[in-house]
């Protein structure tokens, strides 16, 4: 009777059930006996299999089961076997991408026997099939060669010496006839050529603005003729001369800012006292001559922050001095022979040397060093004879080296290989030099100057070209937006303050009253009013309307404004300087008091949105967080190794950016005082970063004469741009975030330049 009513057992898993657990009641609860646990001991046994995490004997188990189960029974055991397999997966990944690397410098290496046997055609198809990211600065240099329009300067005598200016647009040679010629690179047009020595002509460079180029040569042994001399670069116009010295001059250089020489020398065989000297180049003063040097120095570099002065001569050591105290701080183990160049990496940590053995012909050396221990970091072997060129790529990746076996050769300095191998010249080379765009220029005995790299056509879909606001007489320091938008202020070395109309790109207003370069520019809440910060000691009030001056706030124990900024609640000014920090009551009358609370000079500052704190960032590498009425210390935020330059905050106050002389950009919580990002990239010092308002990207400006952009939440750099005039100075976003402007400039010129945000 019972067999024939009617019982609803569920046939399906039951939603939400453990599916083993699921079928073991189903079992237990089967109509027919014959369905069932043949005894209560079978039941307890599967019970227990399954509270074990044991696979059931009873019921069919996949292997994706049985591996979960035996995952839950061994969880430390499947950790281990689950690292093994992601290490395994990721280790296929790097391998793959070695063989990748690899394969693209072997159709390199194809590319360049091609062309040797002048088989264009089959190099140009090596070249492309070259992946697209993996196609580097080597590859940029093989399409011309391929084109067969690789751009030759010919001097018709053997060239010492050879420069191009940082920005790309000039090229000097220094000829073992005595005279110094410069050309147009775009045109390859002759510009100019002096008589400068009855000597050879043994070294040339430019300086960081391309407009001055000082010159090294000469013989000793000729009253008056061994000399250094500054010329005008666009016209050869002789501006200094530093005649009658007592050793023959090998090389010269321009320190970093481009306000001092160094310059070095020696005898005319080995053993011959050298020189090493440190002078004013606008007016020849002499600052120093460096250690007692018994041995010719021929080569010698700024490190990139212009505190350190490397040398290096024929007794096989490199040797760095620090400037401030003129002494010797960094000597390197002697290497065979003698070097004969160097140079710093754009960071400034490694130092790079070329040598050999002289006269000898038998091998060349080109070394890495650490530049603040001296220890050897590794070798780069591959020369034939005496190295004596060396100079970094802008972001510091590559390094050429151009040597007497007639070959400029181009390390990839991260594998610690051989990239490349130029051919091209037919005799001793004896310079190289990199423009900040990636050109490289090459010159020997042969008489003829070489560009490798310059770029191509561009890309079909290029960013259009930023609008450049020139008008300023000198270097732009700082730009800031009016809070509608509408009007950019500027503030230049030129002493003025201009406020510019975006609506039509062109300047509206000329504010003129300061008696010293203007540092900082800051509009008031309302945009009624404009103030400015100057190296005059004193901050003026404008009204940007009209032009006229509203006050002038003097502090004379303040000390050189670097940074300026309104407090958001209105009434008040903050100014950073040399010995502290400003607080002003506008007035009328205007009151202020200094606080200190840094160790050096603060380089930026920033309010808070909302008025309710102050951030200041030093020179002695903390970011301090004020009470804003007071200036007193509520916390102290330490992150970077390097000299803060600028301090930005975003406009919820929740985030803060500052940029370093570390050459990263710091990405704060200002309600913890904690690091949360630390933007890397940057090849030197960055001297200005800010945040757009909605938070969501973060600009920088750089010494390596890159502005970029990157995400302010995920830290991915997304553009860099290159090709401003002169030296990078600041950066500010427009209130909508669309735009930015980049303040740049160098001696006798000023520019602002207006790009658009792009959009990922």
């Not at 510091?396 to 990839?412: E, N």
């Not at 407090?567 to 000014?573: A, I, Q, V, Y």
């Not at 000299?643 to 570390?662: K, P």
Request: charged residues 20%; contains cysteine.
């Amino acid at each position: 009777m019972l067999a024939n009513i009617p019982i609803h057992i569920p046939q399906g898993p039951t939603a939400g059930a453990e599916p083993v657990l699921d079928m073991i009641a189903l079992k237990c609860l089967a109509k027919h006996p014959a369905d069932r646990f043949s005894s209560a001991e079978t039941f307890a046994n599967e019970l227990g299999r399954w509270l074990r995490s044991e696979p059931s004997v009873i019921f069919p188990v996949s292997r994706v089961r049985r591996t979960a189960l035996w995952t839950r029974r061994h969880p430390m055991a499947a950790l281990m076997a689950s690292a093994v397999s992601i290490a395994s997966v990721l280790g296929v990944w790097g391998h793959q991408a070695r063989m990748r690397s690899e394969l693209y410098f072997e159709r390199v290496a194809l590319v360049e026997r091609e062309l040797a046997a002048t088989n264009f055609r089959r190099a140009e198809e090596l070249l492309e099939a070259c992946p697209r990211s993996l196609r580097g600065w080597e590859w940029s240099c093989l399409r011309p060669l391929v084109d067969r329009d690789a751009p030759v300067l010919q001097t018709g005598v053997p060239s010492l010496g050879a420069a191009i200016s940082r920005d790309g647009r000039l090229a000097a040679a220094a000829g073992l006839d005595g005279r110094v010629r410069c050309w147009d690179t775009a045109s390859r047009v002759l510009l100019w050529e002096r008589a400068c020595f009855a000597g050879p002509a043994r070294g040339v460079a430019f300086d960081p603005a391309g407009r001055r180029l000082a010159v090294a040569g000469g013989n000793y042994d000729v009253p008056g003729d061994a000399a250094i001399r500054v010329l005008d670069a666009a016209s050869g116009r002789e501006l200094l001369a530093l005649a009658g010295q007592p050793f023959n001059p090998w090389r010269v250089i321009f320190s970093p800012d481009g306000h001092r020489l160094a310059f070095s020398g020696g005898g005319k065989s080995p053993g011959k006292r050298g020189g090493l000297r440190l002078c004013d180049a606008a007016t020849g003063a002499g600052l120093a001559t460096l250690g007692d040097v018994r041995s010719r120095v021929f080569g010698i570099a700024f490190s990139p922050d212009g505190y350190r002065l490397a040398s290096a001569g024929d007794d096989g050591h490199a040797r760095i001095w620090e400037l401030a105290s003129g002494r010797q701080i960094v000597e390197t183990s002697g290497e065979p022979g003698a070097n004969f160049c160097m140079a710093f990496s754009p960071n400034g940590r490694w130092l790079a040397t070329g040598g050999g053995r002289l006269n000898y012909g038998d091998s060349g050396n080109v070394t890495i060093w650490d530049a603040a221990t001296g220890r050897m970091a590794f070798p780069l072997s591959g020369h034939t004879d005496e190295v004596w060129g060396v100079a970094f790529n802008p972001d510091g990746s590559r390094l050429a080296s151009a040597s007497k076996d007639h070959t400029v050769k181009i390390w990839d300095l991260q594998a610690r290989r051989e990239a490349l191998t130029l051919h091209g010249h037919a005799d001793n080379l004896w310079a190289a030099s990199w423009s900040d765009g990636g050109i490289l220029l090459t010159a020997g005995e042969d008489g003829q100057v070489r560009l490798w790299g310059v770029p191509g056509p561009p890309d079909p879909v290029v960013e259009p070209p930023p609008v450049r606001l020139t008008g300023h007489a000198d270097r732009v320091w700082c730009v800031a937006y009016s809070p509608d938008g509408t009007r950019l202020a500027s503030g230049s070395e030129d002493r003025t303050i201009r406020i510019w109309n975006l609506a039509t790109n062109r300047e509206e207003r000329v504010l003129d009253g300061h008696t010293a370069g203007v540092r900082g520019v800051a509009w008031s809440p309302d945009g009624r009013q404009l103030a400015s910060a100057s190296y005059d000691n004193t901050v003026r009030l404008w009204d940007p309307r009209s032009g006229a001056t509203l006050a002038v706030l003097s502090d004379e124990d303040g000390g050189w404004n670097h940074a300026i900024a309104f407090d958001p609640r209105g009434g008040r000014l903050a100014t950073a300087s040399n010995y502290g920090l400003t607080l002003w009551e506008t007035g009328p009358p205007p009151r202020h008091r200094t606080i200190q609370g840094h160790r050096w000079v603060i380089g930026g500052l920033a309010y808070l949105p909302t008025g309710e704190g102050l951030l200041t960032g030093s020179w002695d590498r903390t970011v301090v967080f004020r009470q804003p009425d007071t200036g007193a210390i509520v916390r102290t935020m330490r992150g970077h190794t390097g000299r803060i330059c600028s301090v930005d905050v975003s406009r919820d106050g929740a985030t803060a950016v500052t940029a370093s002389n570390d050459g990263t950009i710091g990405v704060w919580n200002t309600a913890t005082g904690l690091v949360r990002l630390r933007l890397r990239g940057h090849a030197m010092g960055v001297l200005d970063a800010v945040i757009s308002q909605d938070g969501r990207w973060v600009a920088s400006a750089s010494r390596d004469q890159t502005v970029r952009l990157w995400d302010a939440i995920t830290g991915t750099e997304l553009r860099r741009w290159r090709g401003h005039a002169g030296s990078l100075r600041a950066v500010a976003f427009s209130p909508d975030g669309r735009q930015f402007a980049v303040a740049s400039g160098a001696e006798h010129l000023g520019e602002i330049a207006l790009r658009p945000v792009p959009r990922p």
